[in-house]
């Protein structure tokens, strides 16, 4: 017995040895490609990672940033985890930087747990932008917003008091809890609501995950939870078109009032059949295809994302940076029955 | 005074337990009233009265009804063909990924093809039946433990929806309304998906307690080795089981489809965890060999009616998942007693009648 | 009629020791995950762009460290024939408390010790239950799997804690020197020479073996069954505490759904390093192996640009091949014996007698 387990012992010492001297040999190959990252011109790669793969409004986005891609030659990836977490999202920034990518053009799903990832990728050269849900000012170079805070919040608020008479209760359907946008929002909605629209009470902030059966059975727990509701606003496009979806085929249809951020297509349906009058966007595309530019004018070293720096976007014109490292694509735009057939995304 | 034969004689049969002097009906009322799966019901009941007194539409509107019975419904679906994988003593861990795969599919045919309502059904029935397939012929074949197949192809066949789907999604208005419909229309209050789960329900529930096919799958989890050398067909159970199981969860992907409209790749995952905690709680013993899938039915709509009780009673639904880990953990303890008590009483007689005698 | 006796005793017993030393090593389940983790790490160093680096390695050992500490652990608990499907919520349940502790102001160290706690409460619940009271053990870790995670989600609510004291993030990230290894490899290092030693050089791991190759046996043999099955469970959650803390001090992130799935990584990983599901055999060198087997296809794969769910059917493929080929090789050599056997009589077989024993040929 004993002699069988020297050789046991033998086998352990030899396969970490081994596995050690693998590694050791590893370390020295293809080390210095630390800032071989920079000056890659029109070969740019630049890579797109967004809060989860298999959500159309970051098909869209990401669509628009591979034809920002393509009109000024760089080479286009998107990679995106499953499921809106940050540990997820991590894995793949820390794999653009060991591949010394040019860019990540990303949607951060938490403000401080992406920071470490970041930075490394920072070091090894890699520019990092974010777009549409922000990290924070000092963890990436530049930040692209589809528009103000404050204005995509009160125009929400502004539409549900519209639709339900300035009075009653309402509940937020939300997507993920840590997701930097939606928190973002959600705070200026409640000032908004305590300021202007006294007479409005928010029930509940339920969070859909990002996940359409999670939002589908969040909108009917709502609705059973708080039988007075009249109004739901979802900033996101997968709890609306769940929400809407579900709205659609209860009691409540046309009792309870929606709203919120949601792409046309996906929105058609219940627009014309009265479960939703009225709801909010930008264009995604349009957000892709600047972020692209701008990590494209950040790897080019055109500008380096302090205050002031100008570039130019391609068919979208010229864009100047602002506070905070961040670029503003616009205002949001409000759709309905009446405009509803013209967009396609 | 005795009018018995002597011992010696093969006549009389040695009686254990003295016959029973109540009438058919009374046993019969007698036997459901005791059994493991009244317990169920009755915290079922329990569940719903407690939240219909916080929130009388949970019961009363016509919304709320239909859900109550409409979104367990998937779920009972899974858990009818996980007892049956369990009582032969197996566990199918793959059925998440199964549901994720032929619900895409549900989808895929819609949109590509024009191809009536029934027949897409059917395909993908099929389709999980082969999934199915696929395991029970490691399992039976290949005598590889039912965990790690059903480990292994948890992996396989999702990836398989993951590389197919990308991360395009199938809309519900890609889907046709007549379909779409089928998901919350009701025929006499009772929605059209829960009659379908039901009627599985009683198919299956029939063939487990009256075929001998069924029976055999009993005897095959309640003792392997015995079950060959009486010369039963145990590999061709046990594949039968692998294949009813993919093919229910083939139709739980139709029933997802329907009632949820959009699908993506994520669709089921992590609901095979929650058809073993709905058999378990329903009284099939995880080592197989008892239980019925009349209550792992009803375990999996108590599993899903406590998640939608729970906030309208007031606790927050963050807890509800430890709320089913207490109820799955009560259920084991509570037949492990069950299960040591009926020996004890049945030793008890044989020791009584011995003594006798 | 003499002859059989004398010969007796130069003829071995069991068919298994009649083959050489080299080829009882080299034809091992664990012999082939290791070769095959070579041949892994070869074609990715030469044949992968960007997998030579020093980065890689330090993301491959920063990624897999959780599944490499449990799987030590579990190893031990599946090969007494039981198993623990409830270590990644004890891994989830360790990054809440975690998180809740340090959102209240406590110190990262007393909140890590109270974590490990907590993680010893949860493998005496699995413990109890399995080895004390006998329940099955798919059943009550699923039960606990529920429960656990539960609890997690229930402490901290929508709440997820990011900000924790940077040197103690950084210390989760730093590395030996400028080596590139990750400073998390050094527990790794103590805690598998700890469970090589427990589980391959002390009679607790000969018990283990034991109780997985017939419990009945081992219990009259003197294995104090329960009190083993209890002590592996406590060690299973205590590593899976530690790996929480890991976990969140690496990501920053203190969630309740951390680590889901986990569980099946880590079986996965131990199935593959070639222990048996239904006890009583295997090692840890193939657990390791099985282990840096798996990130390294993960890792050379997500550099090649492959997504994540064609790295998973290879990693289930991987697993059933594993499992299956067991099987079918058992079944080879059953009918390879049976045809060499054939037309065989009993009696041309060595008989074994011990040697003392008077039998009728030595009187005759």
């Given amino acids: 017995m004993k002699f069988q387990n020297k050789k046991v012992l033998g086998l352990v010492a030899g396969s970490v040895v081994l596995a050690l001297a693998a590694t050791g040999c590893g370390k020295g190959s293809g080390d210095g490609g630390g800032a071989a990252g920079g000056g890659g011109g029109s070969k740019a790669t630049i890579t797109f990672l967004p809060k989860n793969l298999g959500n159309p409004y970051f098909d869209t986005s990401d669509k628009g940033g591979a034809n920002a891609i393509k009109e000024f030659g760089g080479t286009y990836s998107q990679v995106g985890p499953q499921d809106a977490s940050p540990d997820g999202q991590a894995q793949y920034i820390d794999t653009a930087a060991q591949k010394h990518t040019d860019a990540i053009v990303m949607s951060a799903n938490d403000p401080k747990a992406l920071c470490d990832s970041v930075k490394s990728a920072q070091d090894a050269g890699t520019k990092v932008v974010t777009f549409d849900s922000d990290t924070g000012p000092g963890c990436r170079d530049l930040f692209v917003n589809q528009a103000t805070a404050e204005g995509i919040a009160t125009v929400e608020v502004d539409m549900i008091a519209d639709q339900i008479g300035d009075a009653g209760e309402i509940a937020i359907l939300s997507s993920t809890p840590n997701a930097t946008n939606q928190n973002a929002w959600i705070e200026i909605m409640k000032k908004d609501l305590a300021t202007n629209h006294p007479k409005i ?16 059975d969040k909108t009917a727990s709502l609705l059973q939870k708080h039988p007075n509701l009249k109004g739901i606003i979802s900033p996101t496009t997968i709890g609306i078109a769940a929400a809407a979806r579900y709205l659609s085929t209860s009691d409540k249809k046309g009792k309870v009032a929606l709203t919120g951020l949601g792409t046309p297509n996906q929105m058609r349906k219940y627009v014309t059949d009265g479960t939703v009058t009225e709801f909010a ?34 068919k979208l014109g010229e864009f100047k940076v602002g506070d905070d490292q961040t670029v503003l694509l616009g205002d949001p735009f409000k759709f309905n029955k009446s405009n509803i057939g013209q967009f396609n995304f | 005074m005795t009018t018995q034969s002597p011992p010696e004689a093969v006549e009389a049969p040695v009686e254990f337990v003295a016959p029973s002097r109540l009438s058919a009906s009374q046993r019969f009322v007698a036997t459901v009233v005791r059994s493991r799966e009244a317990s169920i019901v009755l915290v079922l ?16 509107a016509e919304t709320s009804w239909r859900d109550l019975l409409l979104t367990p419904s998937i779920l009972m679906l899974l858990a009818v063909g996980q007892a049956v994988v369990v009582i032969t003593r197996s566990v199918d861990l793959s059925v998440g990924s199964v549901l994720g795969l032929t619900a895409y599919l549900t989808g895929r045919l819609f949109v590509d093809t024009n191809l009536p309502i029934v027949v897409v059904a059917l395909a993908a029935i099929a389709l999980g039946a082969v999934l199915g397939m696929v395991n029970g012929l490691v399992v039976a074949l290949a005598r590889v433990p039912a965990l790690v197949i059903t480990l292994g192809t948890l992996y396989i066949y999702r990836g398989i929806v993951l590389s197919w789907a990308g991360s395009n999604r199938i809309n519900a208005s890609d889907m046709p309304d007549a379909f779409g419909r089928l998901g919350t229309q009701s025929v006499l209050g009772l929605p059209i998906l829960f009659l379908v789960a039901v009627a599985v329900l009683v198919a299956v529930g029939y063939y487990l307690h009256t075929a001998r096919g069924g029976r055999e799958m009993y005897a095959i989890g309640s003792d392997p080795d015995a079950a060959v050398l009486y010369g039963l067909p145990v590999r061709r159970r046990v594949f039968a089981a692998f294949v009813l199981s993919g093919g229910l969860a083939g139709l739980a992907g139709v029933v997802y489809a329907a009632r949820y409209g959009t699908i993506s790749s994520s669709a089921g995952t992590g609901i095979e965890l929650q058809a073993v905690a709905a058999v378990v709680i329903g009284g099939v013993a995880i080592f197989g060999g008892s239980g019925t899938v009349w209550g792992a039915a009803i375990g999996a709509i108590l599993l899903v009616t406590i998640n939608r009780a729970l906030p309208i009673v007031g606790i927050p639904d963050f807890w509800q998942q430890a709320l089913v880990g207490v109820l799955i953990l009560g259920a084991i303890v509570l037949d492990r007693i069950l299960a040591a008590r009926r020996a004890r009483i049945l030793v008890e007689a044989r020791d009584a009648q011995g003594a006798t005698a | 009629m003499s002859t059989t006796t004398t010969t007796a005793g130069r003829t071995r017993d069991y068919p298994s020791y009649s083959r050489p030393l080299w080829w009882r090593i080299a034809f091992t389940r664990e012999s082939a995950v290791i070769a095959l983790l070579v041949g892994v790490l070869l074609w990715a160093i030469y044949g992968v762009l960007y997998f030579g680096t020093q980065l890689t390695m330090t993301f491959l050992f920063l990624d897999i460290a959780p599944i490499l500490l449990i799987a030590l652990p579990m190893t031990a608990v599946i090969v007494t024939g039981e198993i623990d499907l409830s270590v990644a919520s004890v891994v989830g349940l360790s990054s809440s408390v975690l998180g809740l502790l340090v959102h209240h102001g406590w110190s990262v160290p007393l909140a890590a010790l109270v974590c490990l706690v907590v993680g010893l409460a949860c493998g005496a619940l699995n413990g109890f239950l399995i080895a004390y009271v006998g329940l099955p053990s798919l059943a009550v ?23 924790f004291p940077s040197r103690w993030t950084s210390l989760a990230k730093a590395q030996i020197g400028s080596t590139g290894v990750p400073v998390i490899v050094i527990p790794i290092v103590v805690l598998a020479i700890v469970f090589t030693l427990l589980l391959h050089f002390s009679g607790f791991g000969r018990g283990v073996y034991d109780i997985g190759l017939n419990r009945e046996a081992a219990e009259f043999t003197g294995v104090r069954v329960a009190r083993t099955k209890f002590t592996l469970f406590l060690l299973t959650a205590a590593v899976s505490a530690f790996a929480g803390i890991y976990f969140t001090l690496r990501f920053s992130s203190s969630r309740g759904d951390n680590a889901t799935g986990l569980e099946l990584q880590v079986i996965a990983a131990v199935l593959l390093g070639g222990v048996s599901i239904f006890g009583g055999r295997g090692g840890l060198h193939g657990v390791i192996a099985g282990v840096l087997l798996i990130g390294a296809l993960s890792s050379a794969l997500r550099l090649l640009g492959v997504t994540v769910n064609v790295i998973n059917i290879i990693i289930g493929l991987l697993l059933v091949a594993s499992v299956v080929s067991t099987s079918v090789l058992a079944w080879i050599s059953e009918t390879s014996a049976r045809r060499k056997n054939r037309g065989r009589r009993p009696s041309d077989l060595p008989q074994h007698a011990p040697p003392g024993v008077r039998t009728k040929e030595k009187e005759a």
């Fill in chain 1, 281 to 314: 966007l930008w264009n995604p595309e349009d957000l892709g295809y600047l972020a692209a530019y701008a990590a494209k004018a950040l790897v080019d070293g055109d500008i380096t994302g302090k205050k002031g720096d100008t570039f130019k976007a391609g």
């Fill in chain 1, 201 to 216: 009470k928010l029930d509940e902030v339920a969070y859909g995950t990002d996940d359409d059966q999670t939002s589908f």
């Fill in chain 3, 141 to 163: 870790t699923i039960g606990t799997l529920a429960l656990f995670r539960g609890i997690a989600v229930g402490l901290l609510g929508t709440t997820a804690v990011t900000t």
């Fill in chain 2, 45 to 60: 009941v329990l569940v719903i009265v407690a939240a219909t007194i916080a929130s009388p539409s949970f019961l009363f």
